[in-house]
């Protein structure tokens, strides 16, 4: 059983920068597809970024250039690296791992079987 743990969130102004972080335990060897999805009040779950076990990676156009999507396999860690932070990217991040996914359908939650609880972001004008 995958079990995701989500950290880094917190409160920044507009234009800031922060990092989210997700460990991930119980692995059983494989390579998993990674993602960051997030969810604002009243929104539905959109995919914010992925990357999967070669390294290719997914933005949705409305973070690509601002965030980065990372991987430490030795730490079975996944980072997204967020810069020029806008109020609009307030929301509920999640990191999400499935056993695979491809260059169309990263960015699907149907995709992932393995969710963590989140960690908030909010961002202030």
């Known amino acids: 059983q995958v079990q995701l743990v989500e950290s880094g969130g917190g409160s920044v102004q507009a234009a800031g920068s922060l990092r989210l972080s997700c460990a991930a335990s119980?692995?059983?060897?494989?390579?998993?597809?990674m993602a960051w999805f997030r969810q604002a009040p009243g929104k539905e779950r959109e995919g914010v970024a992925a990357?999967?076990?070669?390294?290719?990676?997914s933005y949705a156009d409305s973070v690509k250039g601002r965030f980065t999507i990372s991987q430490d396999n030795a730490k079975n860690t996944l980072y997204l690296q967020m810069n020029s932070l806008k109020p609009e990217d307030t929301a509920m991040y999640y990191c999400a791992a499935g056993p695979s996914c491809y260059n169309y359908d990263r960015l699907w939650a149907s995709r992932y079987n393995y969710w963590g609880q989140g960690t908030q972001v909010t961002v202030s004008s």
């Open positions: 990357i999967d076990k070669f390294g290719s990676t």
């Open positions: 119980g692995y059983t060897g494989r390579r998993y597809c």
